[in-house]
C-alpha cells in the first residue's frame, strides 16, 4: 500500500449564482486521488454534483 502524502487542491464550487473558491489539503496516495477525494468532500458537504466543481491545481504539500 502507497504512503499517504498531503496534497494541496485549489479551484473553486457554485454556491448558488457565484462560484466560490477553495483550498484543501487532502492526504492521498497520489495528485489523482487526491483530486478525486476533494470532489467527494466538497461534493458531499455541499450537495453538488461534479459539473459544479473545478479543480484549478492539485500541488504536494512540503512535510514539516
Given amino acids: 500500500m ?3 502524502q498531503k496534497f494541496e487542491v485549489k479551484g473553486t464550487f ?5 462560484w466560490m473558491p477553495y483550498t484543501k489539503v487532502i492526504e492521498a496516495p497520489n495528485a489523482k486521488q487526491a ?6 468532500t466538497i461534493g ?4 453538488l454534483k461534479r459539473r459544479y466543481i473545478k479543480v484549478s491545481g ?7
Fill in 35 to 40: 483530486e478525486e477525494r476533494a470532489f467527494a
Fill in 14 to 18: 457554485l454556491m448558488g449564482e457565484d
Fill in 2 to 4: 502507497a504512503a499517504e
Fill in 44 to 47: 458531499s458537504k455541499h450537495n
Fill in 58 to 64: 492539485v500541488t504536494p504539500v512540503k512535510a514539516e
